[in-house]
């Protein structure tokens, strides 16, 4: 593997998160192989699909990575969708 390829995949492996649960008050963590990010429904302003098994969730505060494809995530979008209808959700 070259370097551009490995600096590729560890940026992916730090990047990446994976929606967890929904907790009081209506906020989500998003957890990450090196970091947890906690945000409110009303801050994500669009869920789109991203390479087929991917999203990007964009919040007032940036962009995160997510998997798309575990157990759940239907769930996680239709609790998003209901918590804030202004969400734009795209091919997912």
Do not use: D
């Amino acid at each position: 593997m070259t370097y551009r390829l490995q600096s590729m995949a560890m940026y992916w492996l730090y990047a990446m998160v994976m929606p967890c649960l929904f907790v009081l008050g209506g906020a989500f963590w998003l957890v990450g192989t090196f970091h947890t990010t906690v945000l409110t429904p009303s801050a994500v302003v669009s869920v789109k699909a991203f390479a087929g098994q991917f999203v990007y969730i964009t919040h007032s505060g940036g962009k995160i990575l997510s998997l798309a494809q575990f157990t759940g995530f239907h769930e996680f979008l239709t609790r998003l969708k209901q918590a804030n209808s202004q969400v734009s959700m795209r091919g997912v």
